[in-house]
């Protein structure tokens, strides 16, 4: 067997098809971020410039079975003639390679990285943009999702680290009023988005500690390592990073200098399946939690929950955010109702690959042409 070819697609959903072809008439499929860009009357992509000027001369008359193999050509460069890629780029194509492999072999790719531990799991609700809203309208969003069958929640402020300490007593006020509207017990999490300064963040995980938190996500900018270890030392709630994070040997750094309580390695910003398992391996022997950033319904989600599927200490729910998904109408015409939650749940399937039930007839309606 060997790749054919390497096609893009531009959906109105916001983000791009991507399929690597076979010989074999075997398809693998994953999702690029975005779409095609107009600048000066132009159309371009960023993720389409690197497929035609280094995937596709890296794998086009390759076998595609040989993951590990491209992985290494794609992120560290095996030939002189390619230039190392992004761990985004790499990510897309790792995926679309595993849910080929699934395919040619008919098997899952939650068995073939090793079998599921669990194939129901539990997904958290993720709301944000706190920064612009008031606290009755985060409480709007968080009430939706409990109405959707969630019992599992995050709060987001998406302060970034240049609004840093922007406004702290907005960000408690948010978090209180979700807290007393969820039930004793319910899971909430708390996404700082890089907004603090360490001082700040203690401040702030302290006041969250005292009304009930599972979790506190990216306090400090994302580089700050040795703030981050600060801020992780000072805490009892479980401090959590990693989802701007590339490839296994940056989260060595991050356990090392900044020792968060929780990993979160994010499908595409990682490397893809093959880079994310390897991350997954390196916290089960460190004795660290993990809980995958990925926050959108669509392949990749799907991809993300099979990798996270095979790893016994992934306890903690999936993130799970309708913001970034583009119309779930839309997606379930797409890939079929199985990447949609049901009662704040994925259900893993054993259809080959991903379990994806691409509808040609919907790819030709919603493309951008």
Known sequence: ????????????????????????????????????????????????????????????????????RHWDTLALGRDERFFKLPASIVGVIDIALWDLLGKDTGLPVHALMGGASRKRIDLYWSVGSGWKLKPE?????????????????????????WRQDANPANDREHFKVVRDFLPSGAYLGFDANNGYSVS???????????????????????????????????????????????????FQHLVLLGNPDILQPDILNAGGPTEVKRIYDMATTLNKPVMPHSPQAGINSIASLHVYSTIENATRPHEYSVEFSGPLDDLAALYGESVLPRDGCIELSDVPGFGIELDETAVQRLKVD
């Not at 900018?221 to 009892?236: F, K």
């Open 200 to 250: 700040t963040a203690i401040q702030q995980g302290r006041y969250f500690e005292e009304l009930g938190i599972d979790h506190f996500e990216e306090p400090i900018p994302h580089y700050d390592l040795p703030g981050l270890r600060q801020v992780a030392d000072a805490l009892d709630v479980a401090v959590s990073a990693g989802e701007q994070d590339a490839f296994r040997w940056w």
């Open 137 to 161: 309208e985060m409480l709007k969003l968080v009430e939706r999702g409990w109405n959707e069958g969630f019992r599992a929640f995050k709060i987001r402020m998406d302060w970034r680290g």
């Open 1 to 68: 067997m060997k790749i054919s070819d390497i096609t893009f697609t531009p959906l109105k959903t916001g983000k791009s098809l991507v399929r690597i072809h076979t010989d074999a008439g075997v398809e693998g499929w994953a999702e690029a971020p975005g779409g095609r860009q107009t600048r000066s009357g132009k159309s371009y992509s960023v993720f389409e410039s690197y497929l035609e000027t280094r995937v596709k001369p890296a794998l086009v008359g390759e076998d595609p079975r040989q993951i590990e």
